[in-house]
């Protein structure tokens, strides 16, 4: 099983800032990598798909980075809508598994 | 506009099963990979198993034996059903279909084991 590790657990930033969320796999998952944004009482949504493609319908001031076993979402520029929990998941190998997830709060 | 209507008992008794019924509306999926993903109070996020446009179903290794996932692609509806239920097994449950760029969730079930 792969196991992601997500960090930071936690994160507050003020708009305007940029920040980094990382996820590491214990293996080589190539890039089937997917970041996902989930607001509470909301469903999750996909913002990166395979690592680095941007879904359409995602502000650019999101991107997505990495290969293999590390992988970076990035939020430049922040908004305070952007306040949100956000996770990685492995879809390379079974059984899929999830980040730890990080709380980004905007200040 | 695609939503996922998830619905099924919220309150369970040890070693009843979990049902759990998910909806799609707004498109047709029979294409795609359907799952169910679960989060236990104040935990990450565990994959359940899926169900892809063949049938053929995967599961999560400590889940097999007690999951089983089916999906009715003429209601474009996805089923859940765990067995043996547990209060390990208390936690929030969503639904999922994805394929390509298209990646749908549902807003989540809370599902309580308790005597």
């Known amino acids: 099983e792969t196991t992601l590790t997500q960090s930071p657990a936690f994160m507050s930033a003020t708009p305007g800032d940029k920040v980094n969320i990382s996820c590491k796999a214990s293996?080589?998952?190539?890039?089937?990598m997917n970041w996902y944004q989930q607001k509470p009482g909301e469903a999750a949504i996909l913002i990166i798909q395979?690592?680095?493609t941007l879904v359409p319908g995602i502000p650019p001031r999101f991107s997505g980075s990495g290969y293999g076993t590390d992988f970076t979402l990035t939020i430049n520029n922040i908004e305070s809508e952007d306040a949100a929990y956000y996770f990685c998941?492995?879809?390379?190998?079974?059984?899929?598994?999830f980040g730890q997830g990080t709380k980004l709060e905007i200040k | 506009q695609v939503q996922l209507q998830q619905w099924g008992a919220g309150l369970l008794k040890p070693s009843e099963t979990l049902s759990l019924t998910c909806a799609v509306y707004?498109?047709?999926?029979?294409?795609?990979?359907w799952s169910w993903i679960r989060q236990p109070p104040g935990k990450g996020l565990e994959w359940i198993g899926e169900?892809?446009?063949?049938?053929?179903?995967n599961y999560h290794p400590s889940l097999k034996g007690r999951v089983t996932i089916s999906v009715d692609t003429s209601k474009n509806q996805l089923s859940l059903k765990l067995n043996s239920v547990t209060a390990a097994d208390t936690a929030v449950y969503y639904c999922?279909?994805?394929?390509?760029?298209?990646?749908?969730w549902g807003q989540g079930t809370l599902v309580t084991v308790s005597s």
């Open positions: 999922r279909v994805a394929g390509g760029v298209l990646d749908y």
């Open positions: 707004g498109g047709s999926f029979s294409g795609y990979y």
């Open positions: 169900i892809n446009r063949s049938g053929s179903t």
């Open positions: 293996q080589d998952i190539d890039d089937d």
């Open positions: 395979e690592a680095s």
């Open positions: 998941l492995q879809h390379d190998n079974f059984p899929y598994t």
